[in-house]
């Protein structure tokens, strides 16, 4: 069975623009949920969301969204960038199944952002 | 809120030494609780995880980690370290968060292996 995918990898923006970033669950999850990871805050966990619904937001301003597609692919935008919107943007899906507090969470490889 | 606190950011052993990544959560209700691993340039991998099922929790590549509930604790052990073993480990508490399951990490351990 196919990992978790993310495109791009790598991203160079600069600041004030807009970026989208996907991600493409395992086959039969339903689930997705992003973070981001930087050295300095560690992993912080930004939404997850669930049959094309938002099912729980963390704390980020709302430059930060995303939605879910009927496939459960989903996809993150940043809008107006900033120089500590850096960071390795990590995407997470698990069967994402009712009161599923010990669903494991799979996560693909990444994208990388720098913002310049 | 629920979290977990591992203790030091960097650990180093030698190869063929005991591994101990140390992990304390703060939980008022049963938790449930993951040790991740994180390889450079790479997303997160499971190693293990405890439902309550075992308080002795085996994972994979040797790693095992002990639910101990009176010292509040879930430290990931290795009895001997491999060269393969050098990456970053999370500990992680999954609990419920209004009616939404949360997922929230601690700041990682980086484990060095010499040679």
């Known amino acids: 069975k196919a990992g978790v995918t993310q495109t791009p990898r790598y991203l160079i923006k600069t600041r004030g623009q807009q970026v989208t970033l996907s991600c493409s669950p395992i086959?039969?999850?339903?689930?997705v949920s992003w973070y981001q990871q930087t050295p300095g805050q560690g992993l912080q966990f930004l939404f997850e969301?669930?049959?094309?619904?938002?099912?729980n937001k963390g704390n980020f301003p709302g430059r930060f969204s995303g939605r879910q597609f009927s496939n459960s692919r989903s996809e993150m935008n940043v809008s107006t960038l900033e120089l500590g919107d850096s960071a390795l943007y990590l995407c997470a899906s698990s069967l994402g199944t009712s009161g599923g507090l010990t669903d494991t969470q799979y996560f693909g490889p990444g994208t990388r952002l720098t913002v310049l | 809120a629920q979290s977990v606190t591992q203790l030091g950011s960097h650990v180093s052993v030698s190869e063929g030494a005991l591994v101990l990544l140390r992990c304390n959560y703060s939980s008022s209700v049963p938790p449930y609780l993951f040790w991740y691993v994180q390889y450079p340039n790479q997303g997160l991998q499971l190693l293990l995880k405890y439902t309550s099922a075992a308080t002795l929790v085996k994972g994979i590549n040797g790693f095992e980690a002990e639910f101990k509930k009176s010292e509040t604790s879930f430290h990931l052990t290795k009895p001997s370290a491999h060269m393969s073993d050098a990456a970053e480990y999370f500990c992680?508490?999954?609990?419920?968060?209004?009616?939404?399951?949360?997922?929230?990490f601690g700041s990682g351990t980086q484990l060095t292996v010499l040679p």
């Open positions: 992680a508490v999954s609990y419920l968060s209004g009616s939404a399951r949360q997922l929230t």
């Open positions: 086959s039969g999850h339903r689930s």
């Open positions: 969301y669930f049959s094309e619904t938002q099912r």
